[in-house]
């Protein structure tokens, strides 16, 4: 083992927390700085680290971590209560800005025949824009007094099924890439895997809710569900031609209605907090690429900002008209919809793994997450200045929903 490897992980991780601390105390999202600091040490300014086969399986593990946390905090009961609305406003919301990508690339570089790389790089760019990361918009909403609103809980509803359906596109779109892949295997193996999902899902939740009973807060619960998020993940990409980060992600959610759900989060976090997100973020930071960079690709970057903030206003805005939403409300939901974050960022790495992606663009990436996080809680803000706060039910023990049942 060379031991170059323990060096470059200590300044990893040295340089990712202190430029993380810097950007929360500038209100800016803790991985901005992450990958500002990979962009510091990496090749395109000091030269302290080099991109590695090392750091990046480590950054394949934070991947993988961070999406199976995120199918851990998916609320099941909350998607089947929103209905229709949250999932139309949500379908809107992949559908826009993923057309919206499409006609930018292409505006750039010229429309390709379908199935050419360049068609599915242009469409590539539109799955990019197709993700929500709510976590700015909660707490501007929480500071507003308005999370548990109307509003709010549609927004926060709307922006899980967006994130779901984004995964499939994503999923889909990877398939294609591959030349021995025709369009209907593509839809043929999502689907086996989705009902593969959902038959041995429900058996291994079985397993996991006796155990949780039997042995209910103790650490044999996270090791379990570790072994499940990597094996899950193994089996998708090796069976079904399913991306890795759809099989850690479906078994997040297989495991988000046991009771211990939340104690299993925790003790993933831990280690994604301290290694392997740090790692990750760093190495998007280290992979990104300046070299080649040029007024068209500054220009492009800013019409990929725009494009993607005005699409999911514009899509989940005016679907949010059809369900009797209007005016301020419509505008609402949209600016809510539009923050950007991890899974932006997770997609990206996984269009660079394939080939969809060059690491040029991922300055575009990081330029849209930045300009998304300022932009929102000072938009939301002035869109509910003057508006009383609304007020929260106080919640009865018989309304209080148990996840086990």
């Keep these: 083992m060379q031991i170059e490897l323990f060096k470059d992980l200590a300044i990893i991780i040295l340089f990712a927390k202190l430029f993380g601390l810097l950007a929360k105390k500038l209100r800016a999202p803790q991985v901005v700085g992450e990958i500002v600091a990979g962009l510091i040490?990496?090749?395109s300014l000091l030269g302290l680290v080099e991109q590695s086969d090392f750091i990046t399986q480590m950054a394949e593990i934070g991947v993988l971590l961070l999406m199976f946390s995120a199918g851990l905090e998916t609320d099941l009961k909350d998607l089947i209560k929103t209905g229709p609305t949250a999932l139309a406003i949500a379908c809107a919301g992949v559908a826009v800005p993923l057309a919206g990508g499409w006609l930018l690339y292409s505006c750039f570089y010229g429309f390709s025949p379908v199935g050419s790389d360049e068609f599915?790089?242009?469409?590539?760019?539109?799955?990019?824009?197709?993700?929500?990361?709510?976590?700015?918009?909660?707490?501007?909403?929480r500071e507003l007094g308005k999370l548990k609103g109307k509003v709010g809980t549609l927004i926060l509803s709307a922006a899980i099924i967006d994130d779901v359906i984004g995964i499939i596109v994503l999923t889909f779109v990877v398939g294609l890439k591959d030349a021995s892949a025709s369009p209907m295997k593509v839809v043929v193996?999502?689907?086996?895997?989705?009902?593969?999902?959902?038959?041995?899902?429900?058996?291994?939740?079985?397993?996991?809710?006796?155990?949780?009973?039997?042995?209910?807060?103790t650490q044999r619960i996270p090791i379990l569900g570790l072994a499940l998020c990597f094996g899950m993940s193994f089996i998708a990409e090796a069976f079904f031609g399913i991306a890795d980060i759809t099989g850690a992600y479906v078994a997040g959610i297989i495991l988000c209605n046991l009771r211990d759900s939340e104690y299993i989060a925790e003790k993933m976090d831990i280690s994604s907090y301290i290694l392997f997100g740090p790692v990750f973020f760093a190495s998007i930071g280290l992979k990104t690429e300046f070299s080649d960079f040029t007024a068209e690709i500054l220009l492009f970057s800013v019409g990929f900002v725009l494009v993607a903030l005005l699409t999911k206003i514009i899509g989940c805005g005016l679907v949010s008209m059809l369900f009797k939403y209007r005016g301020k409300d419509c505008l609402k939901i949209g600016v809510g919809m539009m923050t950007r974050g991890e899974v932006a960022l997770i997609v990206s790495q996984k269009g660079l793994a394939v080939g969809l992606l060059d690491p040029i663009y991922f300055t575009s990436v990081i330029l849209l997450i930045v300009c998304s996080s300022i932009a929102t809680p000072i938009i939301m803000k002035l869109l509910y200045k003057g508006e009383p706060d609304e007020a929260i039910p106080e919640r009865k023990p018989e309304d209080q929903i148990c996840l086990d049942e």
């Design 41 to 43: 040490i990496g090749p």
């Design 120 to 141: 599915y790089r242009a469409i590539f760019t539109g799955v990019i824009m197709t993700a929500t990361s709510v976590g700015i918009t909660v707490q501007a909403l």
């Design 189 to 217: 193996n999502t689907l086996l895997f989705f009902a593969f999902a959902i038959g041995v899902g429900f058996v291994i939740y079985k397993v996991f809710k006796f155990i949780d009973n039997k042995y209910p807060h």
